[in-house]
């Protein structure tokens, strides 16, 4: 037990140490890049604050007067020439704005501090000037440390007027502002590379000025300071983040707390999704044995359940289940193709059988009515007439059931069908049958679907027939044939699918009766108005529903009727 617990202890500090120091590393990397950035902003602000027009009006108007004896100092609201806008003067927030003329003398002091500046600032030497002008320059000014950010102050014809400085003693109070105020963890110094004492810190009680740097190791923890690199600087200086020894404690607590969390998130993880999974495929197998049996309940007629020669887990008893289901469709399967073939053997026998007799009578009808005209009267004939009439009719009937029948049966053949020239050629072939209908056509180009092109023929076929029979008694009569625009009809299965149109302007038809619309020997006008057998439409859908399309259809009577169609 006591080695286990050493073995412990060793992992943890050594885990407590690592952990130090990657956070030493990046608090670091943190406060020299926060410094880095207040630096920079007091170049981005003078060199904006130099292109103000206010400021360059003012200096205009100073051109050619005497040096002023005393410098202006603008105390508690900004002078003219600062931005108005209130976000700017809390983003730019400069201790000292200094506005000198060409000669470089001052002539107004912007003080957003309470102590005034050095005297040293208002006359600083040409060298220093120049040295902070496009880039900040950290000089000592009176034993601390100034940031120096200059620009020169020219008009629209390149003429210098003067020039702009922002400075700020880089002491507590700038520390405190780009690093955050002091804390036992939140702690940074300014070093002077050649007398390793402190130039400047963020808490002068805890880190004072002047305080070697040997003197600090005792009380904190700091990364290896390093040099901070900026361009104009007088002064060797290295950035330090430190940290109080009495908050190892604390840190170690926390790391502590880090690595406990990191565990059970790894356990999470890894763990998770192997729990997941078994989660997942445990309800998939119940939803799959549950459909099993309702199948072999409702759809082949007996419980499998309790069927005997099944053992073995959950996952055996499914699988022999699939496999008596797999038997047992292959047997269905094999049942119905006999079923197809003697329907097959069916039809034929109705093709051939029915139509002898019918040809028959309808021969024989047409003799008697020619050869023995003088020997009846108009009602014989009348009776003729009919029995000819419900001849041809049956014949009709027993070509669209044959009809029906393939479309169901037949084998389809995939291939790029243009539906745009199959209407066209039907609509043609209608109008020479009855060149003296006056019929409106319009048709939409080059609409293309996959398919087969027999059976789409049909389809085309039926639904234009009935279009050009429901408009024979309408006056202006009209066919249309399109592509919806919007297709994201609500009752679609499929709301992406393109939906095609035949549309007319015929007697349409009561909605009320739009259930009965598909179904074979269906009709919804009488012979007499409309003749027809009632299988074109059901043959219509069966081919739509062959290649897993939708059809419906909308309509009023006495308003036309529209059929809409998706493959």
């Known amino acids: 037990m006591l080695l286990v617990a050493n073995l412990q202890e060793g992992t943890l500090r050594q885990a407590f ?46 051109v050619g007067e005497p040096a002023p004896v005393e410098v202006v100092i603008v105390k508690g609201k900004a002078p003219i020439w600062f931005p108005h806008l209130s976000f700017l003067r ?43 002008i496009g880039q900040t320059h950290i000089t000592m000014i009176g034993g601390t440390p100034y940031l120096l950010a200059a620009e020169e102050v020219k008009d629209g014809a390149g003429k210098l007027l003067g020039f702009l400085l922002l400075s700020s003693p880089l002491d507590e109070a700038f520390m405190i502002t780009s690093n955050g105020p002091a804390t036992g963890w939140n702690l940074v110094a300014l070093i002077d590379e050649e007398s390793k004492r402190v130039m400047s810190s963020n ?68 763990m998770g999704p192997f729990i997941i999974i078994i989660f997942w495929l445990t309800r998939r197998i119940l939803r799959l044995t549950a459909r099993v049996e309702e199948f072999s309940l409702y759809d082949l007629g007996y419980e499998q359940s309790g069927a005997p020669g099944m053992s073995g887990d959950q996952l055996d008893v499914l699988e022999q ?50 050869d023995y005209s003088d020997s009846l009267d108009e009602t014989g004939h009348d009776y003729l007439r009919r029995v000819r009439k419900a001849a041809q009719r049956m014949g009709a009937l027993i070509d669209e059931m044959l009809m029906l029948s393939r479309v169901s049966r037949s084998e389809m053949k995939m291939r790029n069908v243009d539906l745009s020239s199959i209407v066209a050629s039907q609509l043609q072939e209608l109008a020479r049958l009855e060149p003296e209908r006056q019929i409106e056509v319009v048709i939409a180009k080059g609409l293309n679907v996959v398919g087969d092109e027999g059976l789409l023929r049909v389809a085309m076929t039926n639904l234009l027939d009935n279009a050009w029979k429901f408009t024979s008694k309408t006056a202006g009569a009209e066919i249309e044939f399109g592509v919806v625009k ?25 909605m009320g009766f739009a259930d009965k619309l598909f179904g074979a020997f269906q009709r919804l006008h009488r012979d007499e108005e409309f003749p027809g057998t009632g299988v074109g439409l059901a043959t219509v859908q069966r081919i739509i529903k062959r290649h897993n399309g939708k059809i419906w259809a909308e309509s009023e009577l006495g308003q036309g009727a529209t059929f809409y169609f998706s493959l």
């Open 486 to 510: 919007n297709a994201a009809w609500q009752n679609l299965d499929h709301p992406t699918m393109p939906v095609f149109f035949v549309a007319d302007n015929g007697v349409g038809f009561d």
């Open 90 to 132: 809390s983003f730019l927030a400069p201790r000292y704005a200094i506005v000198l003329d060409s000669g470089r003398n001052p002539l107004e002091l912007y003080q957003n501090w309470p102590s005034s500046p050095p005297s040293e600032l208002l006359n600083l030497p040409m060298e220093i000037l120049l040295q902070a």
């Open 17 to 62: 140490e690592s952990q130090l120091t990657d956070l030493m590393d990046e608090k670091a990397f943190q406060h020299r890049v926060r410094f880095s950035r207040s630096v920079e902003a007091y170049y981005h602000a003078v060199k904006m604050l130099s292109a103000q027009g206010p400021l360059i009006t003012y200096l205009e108007e100073r």
């Open 321 to 370: 289940r699939f496999q008596r289901l797999t038997d047992d469709i292959k047997k269905r399967t094999s049942q119905l193709e006999s079923a197809n073939h003697e329907l097959e053997a069916f039809a034929y026998s109705v093709s051939h059988d029915l139509r002898a007799p019918l040809r028959s009578i309808d021969g024989f009808s047409q003799a008697l009515d020619e």
């Open 203 to 270: 808490n002068q009680q805890m880190i004072a000025r002047g305080l070697m740097l040997k003197a600090l190791t005792e009380d904190y923890l700091f990364t290896e300071p390093e040099f901070l690199a900026m361009g104009g600087m007088e002064l060797n200086f290295r950035f330090a983040s430190l940290v109080s020894k009495e908050g190892i404690d604390t840190m170690a607590n926390r790391v502590m707390k880090k690595e406990w969390v990191t565990q059970i998130l790894l356990a999470c993880v890894y």
